[in-house]
């Protein structure tokens, strides 16, 4: 970041400077689980955002900004201005499948799959189907894809390599086969040792596996991630640890803080949070619920069906489990919340 | 709560870790990290000004306390010395003036046009906040007469990081007023 610092700084009019390092920002921030990246991103691509006729590839990088943040309605806004621009960019294809995915509508995110593979190449084009399908109930095809996807994959960089082994162990989850899943998320975490999302998705993993004592270590050194930490202080509360309280204190302050910032959210971490550490079932469904209306991957599902059977209100999961009958998401874990649920709106 | 530590991360410094580059187009790519990869942890700063009318000297003193993340201080300010990845108390002692420098040229209070109100820094401290440890800055804002509302133009860290915030609490003795300062809403009129 250094060395494409002082080409900005050399070159300061330069667009493919500009973008190099903000996109390095951006990997960056991913990587370690840290939103000031994105700001210095936005700070160096923003004199192309402003301009009167932005070019393609600062909106692209606007638009991934805004998506890292959540802000998904503004971000989809730059990345359709941006399609009107240069219809052909497989960045903009790639990020609205992206988008799409996280929101939960398929449909679209099928025919932005189909863009991306004209666009970007059949092998970033099948892992947009391949994790598109995990999702739709075809989680053993989606591995299938994938499978392929990682064969090509073997020369390429190491990030790229560890993005596939991580969509990998999702199918894998989605299939229960958590031996399977395990060493995805191993292989994974050897390309890539410090990648924030990773760690958090594995340390998920070993939460649910009943092993949270190997969560400790895993997160030690990350605790400046608020996702990480609020694992940490999961696992702790597991393993029924002193330091729980104090961690709890501290989530929750941190919470205060992005509260009093105003402009982002983060519900389901929040959810996890007040469920879990709080033991506030109604607050959590509260959070869950606002938060589906923004996301509704698999465990924005999660968080809403936990929350609702904790507070022992069947009937505010309803508009989630019709999602889960529609889109036929396979998921070992969800399948015996939405069984419950459905028993107890059964019941006179 | 304040702890003078003797040596805590300084996460911005992690930079010299290698990354890796992905291939140019696979630059921002990131179909599963999208979902769930938020980093929570944003710039924040937080402002508190004090209001004491003192209408026997005919003017009025503000008095300030501004908490700044001494990782963001690094950011614009290089404060990690050895680069060694950490802050020590001694590298941001040795920066205490460059921090003021820097710091209070973002920061004008004035009680009308032509009417600005001095800015003297008196102290500095480290707070423990619970993302992390502050620099705090005090200083007292005198402005001549009395007058009955001031004016705050803040522009902390905006040029680097346009998602930095102010969280911005004033009070005196007839008013409590907060506010959240933002690129687009950096000047605030506060009654006094």
């Given at each position: 970041m250094k060395t494409l610092r002082a080409t900005l700084n050399a070159t300061p009019r330069s667009l493919s400077a500009a973008k190099d390092l903000a996109e390095a920002y951006i990997d960056y921030s991913r990587q370690v689980g840290d939103a000031h990246y994105a700001g210095y991103a936005e700070a160096v691509i923003a004199p192309w955002v402003r301009a009167?006729?932005?070019?393609a590839a600062a909106l692209v990088i606007q638009a991934t900004i805004l998506q890292y943040r959540h802000q998904f309605d503004a971000a989809r806004g730059l990345l359709q201005k941006t399609l009107e621009i240069d219809p052909r960019n497989a960045q903009a294809w790639l990020t609205l499948a992206t988008l799409d995915m996280v929101q939960g509508d398929y449909e679209t995110a099928a025919k932005d799959c189909a863009q991306v593979v004209s666009n970007a190449g059949i092998d970033i084009g099948l892992s947009c189907v391949g994790s598109l399908r995990s999702y739709t109930g075809q989680a053993r095809q989606s591995l299938t894809l994938l499978q392929q996807v990682e064969t090509a994959a073997a020369r390429a960089p190491a990030g790229y390599q560890a993005w596939v082994q991580g969509l990998l162990a999702e199918s894998a989850e989605r299939l229960g086969d958590w031996p399977l899943a395990e060493t995805h998320y191993r292989a994974a975490l050897r390309l890539q040792p410090q990648d924030n999302y990773l760690l958090v998705a594995y340390a998920d993993f070993l939460l649910d596996r009943s092993?949270?004592?190997?969560?400790l270590p895993l997160l030690?050194?990350?605790?400046?991630s608020d996702t990480a930490f609020l694992r940490l202080a999961l696992a702790q509360s597991a393993l029924h640890s002193e330091q729980v309280q104090r961690s709890t204190w501290i989530m929750a302050a941190r919470f205060e803080a992005l509260r009093l910032r105003?402009?982002?959210?983060?519900g389901r971490e929040e959810s996890r949070f007040a469920l879990?550490?709080?033991?506030d079932p109604h607050a959590a469904l509260e959070m869950a619920l606002r938060n589906w209306q923004v996301q509704r991957a698999p465990w924005d599902a999660r968080v809403v069906l936990e929350a609702a059977l904790a507070a022992k209100q069947?009937?505010?999961a309803a508009a989630v489990l019709e999602f889960l009958q529609k889109t036929k998401l396979e998921d070992p874990i969800l399948a015996p919340l939405a069984k419950d649920l459905r028993a107890q709106l059964q019941e006179p | 709560m304040r702890i003078a530590r003797r040596s805590f991360p300084a996460?911005?410094?992690?930079?010299l870790m290698a990354i890796f580059r992905l291939m140019a187009l696979l630059g921002s790519i990131s179909v599963a990290a999208s979902?769930?990869?938020?980093?929570?942890?944003a710039s924040d700063a937080y402002l508190t000004l004090t209001a004491e009318k003192s209408s026997a000297a005919g003017r009025t003193i503000i008095h300030g306390q501004w908490d700044i993340a001494l990782r963001d201080l690094d950011f614009a300010?290089?404060?990690?010395?050895?680069?060694?990845g950490r802050l020590t108390w001694s590298e941001v002692r040795h920066h205490q003036s460059a921090i003021d420098q820097y710091a209070y040229r973002y920061l004008k209070i004035d009680?009308?046009?032509?009417n600005a109100c001095s800015i003297t820094p008196s102290r500095q401290m480290i707070d423990e906040h619970a993302d992390g440890a502050y620099a705090a800055l005090f200083f007292d804002a005198v402005c001549a007469h009395a007058p009955r509302k001031i004016t705050l133009h803040y522009a902390l860290f905006f040029a680097i990081d346009p998602s930095h915030r102010g969280i911005f609490v004033f009070k005196s003795d007839s008013n409590i007023a907060t506010a959240l300062l933002s690129p687009d809403n950096a000047d605030i009129n506060v009654g006094l």
């Amino acid at each position: 970041m250094k060395t494409l610092r002082a080409t900005l700084n050399a070159t300061p009019r330069s667009l493919s400077a500009a973008k190099d390092l903000a996109e390095a920002y951006i990997d960056y921030s991913r990587q370690v689980g840290d939103a000031h990246y994105a700001g210095y991103a936005e700070a160096v691509i923003a004199p192309w955002v402003r301009a009167a006729a932005p070019p393609a590839a600062a909106l692209v990088i606007q638009a991934t900004i805004l998506q890292y943040r959540h802000q998904f309605d503004a971000a989809r806004g730059l990345l359709q201005k941006t399609l009107e621009i240069d219809p052909r960019n497989a960045q903009a294809w790639l990020t609205l499948a992206t988008l799409d995915m996280v929101q939960g509508d398929y449909e679209t995110a099928a025919k932005d799959c189909a863009q991306v593979v004209s666009n970007a190449g059949i092998d970033i084009g099948l892992s947009c189907v391949g994790s598109l399908r995990s999702y739709t109930g075809q989680a053993r095809q989606s591995l299938t894809l994938l499978q392929q996807v990682e064969t090509a994959a073997a020369r390429a960089p190491a990030g790229y390599q560890a993005w596939v082994q991580g969509l990998l162990a999702e199918s894998a989850e989605r299939l229960g086969d958590w031996p399977l899943a395990e060493t995805h998320y191993r292989a994974a975490l050897r390309l890539q040792p410090q990648d924030n999302y990773l760690l958090v998705a594995y340390a998920d993993f070993l939460l649910d596996r009943s092993r949270p004592e190997e969560v400790l270590p895993l997160l030690a050194d990350h605790t400046q991630s608020d996702t990480a930490f609020l694992r940490l202080a999961l696992a702790q509360s597991a393993l029924h640890s002193e330091q729980v309280q104090r961690s709890t204190w501290i989530m929750a302050a941190r919470f205060e803080a992005l509260r009093l910032r105003g402009s982002e959210y983060f519900g389901r971490e929040e959810s996890r949070f007040a469920l879990a550490l709080q033991h506030d079932p109604h607050a959590a469904l509260e959070m869950a619920l606002r938060n589906w209306q923004v996301q509704r991957a698999p465990w924005d599902a999660r968080v809403v069906l936990e929350a609702a059977l904790a507070a022992k209100q069947p009937a505010a999961a309803a508009a989630v489990l019709e999602f889960l009958q529609k889109t036929k998401l396979e998921d070992p874990i969800l399948a015996p919340l939405a069984k419950d649920l459905r028993a107890q709106l059964q019941e006179p | 709560m304040r702890i003078a530590r003797r040596s805590f991360p300084a996460p911005s410094t992690f930079g010299l870790m290698a990354i890796f580059r992905l291939m140019a187009l696979l630059g921002s790519i990131s179909v599963a990290a999208s979902s769930t990869a938020v980093a929570h942890s944003a710039s924040d700063a937080y402002l508190t000004l004090t209001a004491e009318k003192s209408s026997a000297a005919g003017r009025t003193i503000i008095h300030g306390q501004w908490d700044i993340a001494l990782r963001d201080l690094d950011f614009a300010l290089k404060l990690d010395e050895d680069g060694d990845g950490r802050l020590t108390w001694s590298e941001v002692r040795h920066h205490q003036s460059a921090i003021d420098q820097y710091a209070y040229r973002y920061l004008k209070i004035d009680a009308g046009e032509h009417n600005a109100c001095s800015i003297t820094p008196s102290r500095q401290m480290i707070d423990e906040h619970a993302d992390g440890a502050y620099a705090a800055l005090f200083f007292d804002a005198v402005c001549a007469h009395a007058p009955r509302k001031i004016t705050l133009h803040y522009a902390l860290f905006f040029a680097i990081d346009p998602s930095h915030r102010g969280i911005f609490v004033f009070k005196s003795d007839s008013n409590i007023a907060t506010a959240l300062l933002s690129p687009d809403n950096a000047d605030i009129n506060v009654g006094l």
